[in-house]
């Protein structure tokens, strides 16, 4: 296959950013849009010369498309991603892929069992300090993860509505969850602590928290605690720290610090995750390994269960646990 044609399921922000992305490709073709806003998919469409469709079942029956991407918020996935694996069309889900853990579970296994290539929008995993630092910490014991995600409240009205984005830590924090997974193991259990402040006044319908404290374990017996605030208009951070008895490891975006008894080091380094990510899944469907994709469709769940899990321990005020391997899918 010389090059792939690509088709969306949404048009919004995030889809547009990987339009862009995607020009930048070799191998990549804009192909076909669909989104539930006929005058958006139309601009988008005429923007990037690409084929726009009435419904997403017209684009996947067309015939035009290798591959889809698909870009809706988490509310509206019902039905997406299994037509897609049954046309055996490869498909690149945004993040998080759903709301509803065992939905997303049965997703994940039509993809698996329909054989095509599958990947997710955990996209900082493609940062080249996220790959220093997994091989740093290949061979060290992880004692302590401290980890955050502050900052302010995104323009859209869905994510201000629980029912509808699952709150920052489902909608956003999930980048940082899914880094305490890929780098530091799998999670045993989960205490959260969420409370409305300042989002109460200034929006009074929302039903989302807007500050939240998660303190959890690691199957490894690592413990950590994660903060997270979406209100916060003066102060931002996202960074992950991996603490061990002789070596500090410190992630914040593109940044890498490294300190042990050896080297006291910080480093820039390249920052074109998106780049990296769409790249891998772009060769990966070209030439059929799966192994190419950082995170698939399998580890997106995985790390939603976390979320989910978290957002359950805040409203019951229960420490969830999770149960191992095979019983976790």
Known sequence: M??????????????????????KLEHAKLAAVHDVSSERARQIGK?????????????????MVDAVFICT?????????????????????EKPVGLDLEAARSKSRIIKESGIIHSSGY?????????KAKAYLADKTVDMVLAYRIGSLPPTPWFRQMD??????????????????YLAGEFREVHARYEQRAIRKEYPDATIPDVGIISFSLQSGAVGSFSTACMSKKFGRGDVELIGSDFYVAIKGATLRIVDNSQELEEKLGAAYTL????????????????????GYDEAVATLEVTLAANESASTGRTLTFGTGADRQ
């Open 2 to 23: 010389n090059k792939v044609r690509i088709g969306f399921i949404g048009a919004g922000g995030m889809a547009e950013h990987h339009m862009k992305t995607l020009q």
């Open 276 to 295: 990296e990510q769409d790249k891998a899944f772009i060769e990966a469907v070209r030439t059929g390994r799966q192994e190419r994709v950082l995170c």
């Open 73 to 93: 918020p988490p509310f509206a996935r019902d039905g997406i991603e299994e037509s897609v694996a049954r046309r055996g069309i490869h498909l690149l889900s």
């Open 47 to 63: 923007q990037y010369q690409m084929q726009v469709y009435d419904s997403s079942e017209q684009l996947l029956q067309s015939g």
């Open 164 to 181: 509808k984005s699952g709150g920052q830590l489902v909608e956003q924090s999930t980048h940082q969850v899914d880094l305490i997974r």
């Open 123 to 131: 996209c900082l995993r493609y940062l080249e300090s996220v790959q």
